[in-house]
């Protein structure tokens, strides 16, 4: 929107012209009245107003809330994938010694030399690479569950082999 200029079409030095005394009274009325007005319109919109900016301040309290909210979550994620992918036996331990350390979990260059030096100073808080065998056949045992004769003979067994309770 191009600005309006208003050229002073008064010659240098002369007074600009004086309003007649009734234009005055009247302007001067016309400013009570809508100073009058505006008064009565915020007296009467004041509950409004009031109930409009709690809620506003509700609102930017939740917001707040659910940002926070929302970071951890993120960062409990982003804790949890590095815990699955360097074999960390506990995720919330993880989350508590990155914290200590002052370790951001985005940051991959400084997560792998921590987890690195942590793995060598603490073998016991990282899960084992070990792939699951073919195992073993239990042998029967003497007692009588996994004998091939009969069920009263078994628990006779079981019975004979049993502590004494005094």
Do not use: C, W
Not at 74 to 96: H, I, K, P, Q, T
């Amino acid at each position: 929107m191009a600005e309006k200029t208003i050229k002073n079409t008064l010659p240098a030095g002369a007074d600009p012209p004086a309003l007649p005394e009734n234009d005055t009274a009247l302007l001067r009325s016309e400013v009570a009245e809508l100073k009058n007005a505006f008064e009565q319109f915020v007296t009467r919109e004041k509950p409004e107003l009031e109930r409009l900016h709690n809620e506003l301040a509700s609102a930017s309290a939740q917001r707040d809330d659910a940002a926070e909210e929302l970071q951890k979550l993120r960062r409990s994620s982003a804790v949890a994938d590095l815990a699955a992918a360097y074999s960390f036996g506990d995720a919330e331990y993880l989350d508590y010694i990155l914290h200590k350390n002052r370790i951001d979990p985005a940051d991959t260059a400084a997560v792998s030399e921590f987890m690195q030096n942590y793995r060598n100073a603490h073998p016991h808080n990282f899960k084992l690479p070990i792939r699951p065998g073919a195992g073993s056949r239990p042998e029967p045992l003497r007692n009588g569950f996994h004998s091939t004769g009969n069920r009263m003979d078994a628990l006779e067994n079981l019975l004979s082999t049993a502590p004494e309770i005094m």
